[in-house]
C-alpha cells in the first residue's frame, strides 16, 4: 500500500525558513515523479512544485520559483522542500502528491499534509 | 497560467440524484485534464484522469468527458459517502492549474 507521510510543519515568522519532508513506502520512490501541492485554509488546491524521477529535472509554481527548492533522496525513500524567505502568503496545508506512473502529471497519492503558519 | 473554471461552485442533492459538474480551461488542454474528490480535513483523492479515465478503485457511477476546454464530472446515483468537494486540474501545460472546488451537499 502506497504510504506518504509529511512533516516538519509548524509556525514560522514572516522571512524564515523551514523544510518539509515526506517519507515514503510501499512503492519503488525512485521510480516516481513526486510533488508538492498547497492548500490555504478554507481555500482550493494549488500546485507547488514537482520533481522528476531522475531528480534533475524541477519545477516551480511563480509564487514561490527561487524562494522553495524541492529535492528528493532516494535513498532514503524522502521527498523534501525547503522554504525559504517566507510569507504570510505562503500559510496553508502542504501535501506531498505521487505522480501517477504512466501519468506523471496526475496525482493519484497523497499524504495527510502538514500545516505551515507564517505569522508574526 | 491556464485559468480553470468550475460550475456550479456549490450544488446541492439528494442520495440518488445524478450530478453534473464542468469545468472550462480559457484556452485548449485536450483531453489533458484530472478530477479529485476532497473530504473535510482529508487529502484529495484521484477519481478520473486523462479527462475519462477512471482511477483504479473508483466506483463506476463517476464518469469524465470532454476535451478541448469542457469537460464534465457526472455522478450517477450518489451515494452518502460522495458529499465532498471536487476539483479539476489541468495537466496541459506548467504550471498545473485547479479549478476553484464544487461543493457538493446533502439535500
Known amino acids: 500500500e502506497v504510504h506518504l507521510v509529511e512533516s516538519g510543519g509548524g509556525l514560522v515568522q514572516p522571512g524564515g525558513s523551514l523544510r518539509l519532508s515526506c517519507a515514503a513506502s510501499?512503492?519503488?520512490?525512485?521510480?516516481?515523479?513526486m510533488h508538492w501541492v498547497r492548500q490555504a485554509p478554507g481555500k482550493g488546491l494549488v500546485w507547488v512544485s514537482r520533481?522528476?524521477?531522475?531528480?534533475?529535472?524541477?519545477a516551480y509554481a511563480d509564487s514561490v520559483k527561487g524562494r522553495f527548492t524541492i529535492s528528493r533522496d532516494d535513498a532514503k525513500n524522502t521527498l523534501y522542500l525547503q522554504m525559504n524567505s517566507l510569507r504570510a502568503e505562503d500559510t496553508a496545508v502542504y501535501y506531498c502528491?505521487?505522480?501517477?506512473?504512466?501519468?506523471?502529471?496526475?496525482?493519484?497519492?497523497w499524504g495527510q499534509g502538514t500545516l505551515v503558519t507564517v505569522s508574526s | 497560467d491556464i485559468q480553470m473554471t468550475q460550475s456550479p461552485s456549490s450544488v446541492s442533492a439528494s442520495v440518488g440524484d445524478r450530478v453534473t459538474i464542468t469545468c472550462r480551461a480559457n484556452q485548449g488542454i485536450s483531453s489533458w485534464l484530472a478530477w479529485y474528490q476532497q473530504k473535510p480535513g482529508k487529502a484529495p483523492k484521484l477519481l478520473i484522469y486523462a479527462a475519462s479515465s477512471l482511477q483504479s478503485g473508483v466506483p463506476s457511477r463517476f464518469s469524465g468527458s470532454g476535451s478541448g476546454t469542457d469537460f464534465a464530472l457526472t455522478i450517477n446515483s450518489l451515494q452518502p459517502e460522495d458529499f465532498a468537494t471536487y476539483y479539476c486540474q489541468q495537466a496541459n501545460s506548467f504550471p498545473y492549474t485547479f479549478g476553484q472546488g464544487t461543493k457538493l451537499e446533502i439535500k
Open positions: 520533481i522528476i524521477s531522475d531528480g534533475i529535472s524541477t
Open positions: 510501499g512503492f519503488p520512490f525512485s521510480s516516481f515523479w
Open positions: 502528491a505521487r505522480g501517477s506512473g504512466s501519468h506523471p502529471y496526475y496525482f493519484d497519492s
